[in-house]
């Protein structure tokens, strides 16, 4: 259903080591790049995570209730993707962990990228 989601950056090099790093813990690489542009898949190609310098010119800023959701294979994941993005200068929007309130099997952990995009990477065992 989703092919590809897509967010701001206003330094392209900086937050592709940063999401190059993120995104190899899970599962995902490079697969495609352009003028202004890096995008990651991961195995089955289905679904992309975008950076782009935005097409207008003016500088990338962050959406007031937009977030995205990175799937982990395991709690463990999470712990170590939440702690690498914060390690690479990311900010902590709440640590990983159990969210009881949301499923008793939602676990997650949620951080701001170095252009302060939110997101979250999570495992939910059923």
């Avoid at 259903?1 to 900086?14: I, P, S």
């Avoid at 697969?31 to 990338?60: L, Q, V």
Wanted: hydrophobic share 40%.
């Amino acid at each position: 259903m989703l092919g590809y989601v897509m967010v701001g950056t206003n330094d392209l090099e900086k937050a592709g080591n940063f999401y190059d790093t993120l995104l190899a813990e899970l599962g995902a690489k490079r697969n495609m790049e352009g003028d202004g542009f890096i995008a990651w898949s991961a195995a089955d190609g289905t679904t992309s995570f975008c950076i782009t310098k935005p097409n207008d010119g003016n500088p990338a800023t962050v959406g007031n209730g937009v977030m995205m959701a990175l799937f982990a294979p395991s709690q463990d994941v999470v712990d170590k993707v939440h702690a690498l993005a914060i390690e690479m200068g990311g900010t902590c929007e709440g640590p990983a962990g159990p969210r009881p309130e949301f499923s008793p099997d939602f676990y997650a952990g949620y951080f701001r990228d170095l252009d302060g995009n939110k997101l979250n990477v999570f495992n939910f065992n059923m």
